[in-house]
């Protein structure tokens, strides 16, 4: 299965995203589906993430401001970033997870905020 990642872009302080990740197949099959960053000269991080279904996994460093989602009839999960910082600044991927399978990740979308 294969994950399109869009939706970044560039956005001052405090104002919002949607990130979306469409899967070209059922996003049924995930026992994690989510998003991961990677700013420069650092490690790729969890952001936020579908755990077994409909259990979620946030980092603390954006829980209430980010909000992860999912449209399955669509085959695509949502990242909502509010109240964005300019530390949130990263290139964006989307990442899923099937049993007996390597992850699939996505191109990655860059998001840049500003001061």
């Known amino acids: 299965v294969q994950l399109q990642a869009s939706g970044g872009g560039l956005v001052q302080a405090g104002g919002s995203l949607r990130l979306s990740c469409t899967a070209s197949?059922?996003?049924?099959?995930?026992?994690?589906l989510g998003w991961y960053r990677q700013a420069p000269g650092k490690q790729r991080d969890l952001v936020a993430a579908f755990i077994s279904g409909s259990s979620t996994n946030y980092a603390n460093s954006v829980k209430g401001r980010f909000t992860i989602s999912r449209d399955n009839a669509k085959d695509t999960v949502y990242l909502q970033m509010n109240s964005l910082k300019p530390e949130d600044t990263a290139v964006y991927y989307c990442k899923g997870t099937q049993y007996y399978r390597a992850p699939s990740w996505g191109q990655g979308t860059q998001v840049t905020v500003s001061s």
């Open positions: 197949g059922s996003i049924f099959s995930f026992i994690e």
